[in-house]
């Protein structure tokens, strides 16, 4: 995990939108995802993008890649209590070894 | 589709006795799965890669005598912890793929307590 960098707190106030933020250190990643955990749970795949790709919109979900940064990025709109989690980012190796950040924790606020 | 289940989810033993925990893929055949070992408000760790019929690749510094895994089917992998110690308590996660260069998808996860 050292090598995938993500902030490790935000707070958010239900409706707004959320945007985690991401950095990472393998340029020859060819999929970058970010996993949802909550509480006592395993990880939820939310999504991906391929390494060619600017940006990915998923109803909710915003992901926005700079490849020459190696910056990722996490969009939800509308934040919902049900959005308080852990959320992971993670890039994937030649090996197709999965490498994951430390996490942000998100929470919710009324 | 792509459900991995785990079992058990939570379990509790003593010092010194062994556990295997189970990790499924209910809905399609797993050629590769993997497992990973979480610290309570950590990231997760691969500890080892699991191929069918094949014996696993562990990650550097992975006891492979104590944490001996087994993927004997298309469906299924485990892992036992042998001799297991407190150190050894944490939440560990697997997930399954379909083949190398696909997604990875998880396993709900075993929480381990050794007293």
């Known amino acids: 995990g050292e090598d995938v960098e993500q902030s490790l707190f935000l707070s958010v106030r239900e409706g707004d939108s959320s945007v985690i933020n991401c950095t990472y250190t393998?340029?020859?990643?060819?999929?970058l995802y970010w996993y949802k955990q909550e509480p006592g749970a395993g990880l939820q795949l939310l999504t991906y993008i391929f390494s060619n790709m600017d940006m990915k919109q998923d109803q909710r979900l915003t992901v926005l890649l700079n490849k020459k940064d190696k910056h990722l990025s996490l969009r939800i709109a509308d934040t919902q209590t049900g959005d308080s989690a852990i959320y992971f980012c993670a890039e994937i190796s030649n090996d197709y070894k999965l490498s994951f950040g430390a996490g942000t924790t998100v929470t919710v606020r009324a | 589709g792509a459900v991995v289940s785990q079992h058990p989810s939570r379990v509790i033993c003593k010092s010194g006795t062994s556990v295997k925990i189970e990790c499924r893929s209910l809905d399609f055949q797993a050629t590769t799965m993997f497992w990973y070992r979480q610290f309570p408000k950590q990231s997760l760790m691969l500890m080892a890669t699991?191929?069918?019929?094949?014996?696993?690749?562990?990650e550097q510094g992975v006891e492979k005598d104590k944490f001996l895994i087994n993927h004997a089917s298309l469906t299924l992998s485990t892992l036992t912890v042998t001799s297991a110690h407190p150190e050894d308590s944490s939440f560990y996660i697997c997930s399954a793929v379909r083949s190398r260069t696909e997604t990875q998808y998880f396993g709900p996860g075993t929480r381990l307590l050794v007293l």
């Open positions: 699991s191929n069918e019929g094949s014996k696993a690749t562990y």
């Open positions: 393998d340029s020859s990643s060819t999929y």
